[in-house]
């Protein structure tokens, strides 16, 4: 029978909840909005995509880039033209590359001028030996803007040539207008996908036409909120942040988001049921939800902060930048997203509108209690399994794991690669992208033939002389980053060293895309202990024991490598890529360790919660039927998010997007759902071990006569 009355603690809840305290929230967050929202605009104007800004300063392609900024004329954008005809260039083929070179010599003349003495005597125009081909490279300062803005002039003023006759526009620097291209308005379209997907998944989850609204407009609140925090970190503290790691903001703090919202709102319709004030109901739920979901995001905020550790600029800027989004997201679920819930009342769950009443209804058993009951009665087995299925997937990491090149980064095949293509075949001398050396110009032979004689070069020839540095240009035998590619720049670099009192430094695109694996793999090396360590610790410090950290620890690794096997698998075997980007392995085991893990501390803090009363085997299997539903849609809500990444026409996004959604399907699906749960019932009460929970209950005395005996699970509650 329902009881109208409040409960006696009910009304001195409310009075602390007061009417105005929803609306002051609110209040704040418009304000707050005002201000941040015109400064998320800002943030794809900070963005740096070059390859050499991913780099720290130590490393000897970014010196050689930092010289050549500072060198008169500045930094100089490559770019190559490659003609080509199936029959053979004719001599009107030859004088229309040359009429070509002229106009952009006109029209991008250098900003220093040679020496006297040293003026071009004619294009620098090469045949190749098969009269297929001929070619030149074109020098532009950047100070005629970036290779993006460059590129549509230099292909459309080379549109007027005779009939036949191909042109691909390539180079380091056509490479990077390409690659700008796929990167040209990413943010937005991740954005609104993202918001797409997200309103989809609430509407199915809710099914009702309203209560979908509600936390997705707080979780864009709280993605414009943290795109403008981003913004301001990256102006006060020199961050460095690229269009890649702006799209993972984005997805980041939608998942995140949209999972505490899915959490609290179950909190908030059980409170419903049993508290009339919606207030005081709010304040339970926030009570019941709030440890896990700061819990789950201080872990993340942890495993990001170890990002701090590498050397990589744009790995290192991903750690605060991230933080900061998940914290912004953390904020705005716990104030704005219940306040406004409160606010609008029951009506906002209609037509399911959850009704108070003062009768404990016990409910049917559902789907994850049964699931829960079935696990219970095959421990050994629900253990096997899972551990099998997870052990067949990794059996995909003996799959093609080398370095993806960047010429495959694309999905469909831009110019600038094509070009590539055509270069090697008519040209395989100068199949690799040239190095540049700086050294004292008193060295400069000395530099030269040392790099002349190294093994792998195919040619190598002097430069410009200027501001006491001359630059010499050395061409690979080698396609562009290849094992042997890097192997030549390695002994050239040796060679070069070697001439005492020259300082030479070796750079240039291959030369930056070496230094980036070589930081990358010393960062993996560093920062994947530190991330196991630190989310270790927040896992003590959160269930108060030894065990369970471990046992989740070693669950959440086990599924890592699960579904990177299984992702290597698919990008090998069926998509047909040509490796992995060098940066997905470490981003994926940070979203996968971080993220993955908060399933299962959502689903061990109910299970501690519940173990106080029930013993840990109902306290289990209680919080897998509770919270089943909702963590199973929080990590469909997640694995959309990252699986937008799918949608963009880059390979390194496609991996990182399906291996995170992939690894967080296991997680919620099998890993938290049948491993945690059967591994927790075989360990019983030593999984919470050295805590009071570890501790047998104590034997229960004899009863008296006429009165039943008490069973151990009413003992164990009553002794807690």
Wanted: glycine fraction near 8%.
């Amino acid at each position: 029978m329902a009881i109208n009355a409040a409960p006696p603690g009910e009304a001195a809840a409310g009075r602390m909840a007061g009417r105005w305290v929803p609306w002051l929230v609110i209040g704040l967050w418009i304000a707050l909005a005002a201000v941040m929202v015109p400064l998320s605009g800002k943030l794809g104007g900070v963005t740096k995509d070059k390859a050499v800004d991913a780099l720290p300063a130590s490393a000897e392609s970014t010196k050689v880039a930092a010289l050549e900024e500072k060198l008169p004329g500045g930094e100089e954008n490559t770019f190559v033209f490659v003609y080509h005809r199936a029959g053979g260039v004719t001599d009107a083929d030859r004088a229309a590359v040359e009429r070509h070179y002229n106009a952009f010599v006109k029209r991008y003349p250098p900003k220093v001028a040679a020496p006297a003495g040293e003026e071009d005597e004619g294009p620098p125009t090469e045949l190749s030996k098969d009269g297929k081909a001929v070619l030149f490279t074109l020098n532009v300062s950047t100070s005629y803007g970036e290779p993006a803005v460059l590129i549509g002039p230099l292909r459309d003023t080379a549109k007027d040539r005779p009939a036949g006759l191909e042109l691909k526009v390539t180079g380091p620097a056509a490479i990077d207008a390409d690659m700008d291209a796929v990167f040209d308005g990413i943010d937005l379209q991740v954005f609104l996908t993202t918001v797409i997907v997200v309103t989809l998944l609430l509407i199915l989850t809710y099914r009702s036409p309203v209560l979908w609204f509600i936390p997705l407009m707080a979780v864009c609140v709280a993605a414009l909120t943290a795109m403008a925090t981003v913004y301001l970190l990256v102006k006060n503290f020199d961050l460095v942040i690229n269009s890649q790691n702006s799209a993972l903001l984005t997805i980041l703090v939608f998942g995140v988001g949209t999972d505490y919202a899915l959490l609290l709102i179950a909190r908030y319709r059980e409170a419903l049921h049993q508290h009339e004030n919606v207030r005081v109901a709010m304040l339970h739920a926030l009570r019941g939800a709030a440890p896990a979901i700061i819990a789950s995001a201080a872990t993340v905020v942890a495993g990001l902060l170890c990002l701090l550790a590498a050397d990589l600029n744009e790995t290192r800027g991903l750690g605060p930048i991230g933080a900061a989004g998940i914290v912004c997201a953390l904020v705005a679920m716990l104030t704005l997203f219940p306040a406004v819930l409160v606010v609008l009342g029951r009506w906002i769950f209609w037509p399911a509108i959850p009704r108070f009443s003062a009768t404990i209804v016990e409910r049917k058993q559902g789907l994850w209690g049964r699931l829960g009951a079935s696990i219970s009665r095959r421990r050994w087995v629900a253990t096997i399994a899972s551990l099998g299925v997870l052990g067949v997937l990794t059996v995909g990491l003996t799959g093609n794991t080398s370095a993806l090149r960047e010429q495959d980064q694309f999905l469909s095949t831009p110019e600038s690669v094509a070009g590539f293509t055509v270069l090697r075949q008519h040209f395989p001398e100068l199949g690799g992208q040239p190095m540049t050396v700086y050294a004292r110009p008193a060295y400069q032979e000395q530099v030269l033939n040392a790099a002349k004689r190294t093994p792998g070069v195919a040619q190598a020839f002097p430069g410009e002389t200027k501001g006491g540095w001359v630059d010499i240009s050395v061409f690979p035998k080698d396609a562009p980053d290849t094992v042997a590619e890097y192997d030549t720049i390695k002994r050239v670099r040796a060679a070069v060293h070697a001439v005492q009192g020259a300082e030479a430094i070796v750079g240039g695109p291959s030369a930056e895309h070496l230094d980036t694996e070589v930081t990358t793999s010393r960062d993996q090396k560093l920062v994947i202990p530190l991330v196991l360590a630190v989310v270790l610790i927040v896992l003590g410090l959160l269930l108060r024991a030894i065990v369970a950290p471990l046992v989740l620890m070693a669950t959440v690794v086990v599924s890592f490598a699960a579904a990177f096997g299984g992702s290597v698998f698919l990008f090998d075997t069926i998509l047909g890529f040509k490796g992995l980007d060098y940066s997905v392995p470490l981003l994926a085991f940070l979203f996968l360790v971080a993220l993955g893990v908060d399933y299962n501390i959502f689903l061990t803090h109910r299970a501690r919660e519940e173990t106080v009363r029930l013993g840990t085997r109902d306290g289990m299997l209680k919080a897998l039927s509770a919270t089943g539903g909702v963590i199973t849609s929080a990590g469909l809500v997640l694995a959309a998010t990252f699986a937008v990444l799918i949608s963009l026409p880059l390979v390194m996004l496609v991996e990182l997007g399906f291996l995170v959604a992939f690894g967080v399907l296991l997680d919620a699906l099998l890993v938290r759902s049948v491993l945690v749960p059967a591994l927790t019932l075989l360990i019983d009460r030593r999984m919470w071990w050295p805590s009071r929970l570890a501790a047998p209950p104590p034997a229960a005395p004899a009863p008296p006569a006429g009165r039943h005996a008490v069973t151990d699970e009413e003992e164990y509650a009553l002794q807690r």
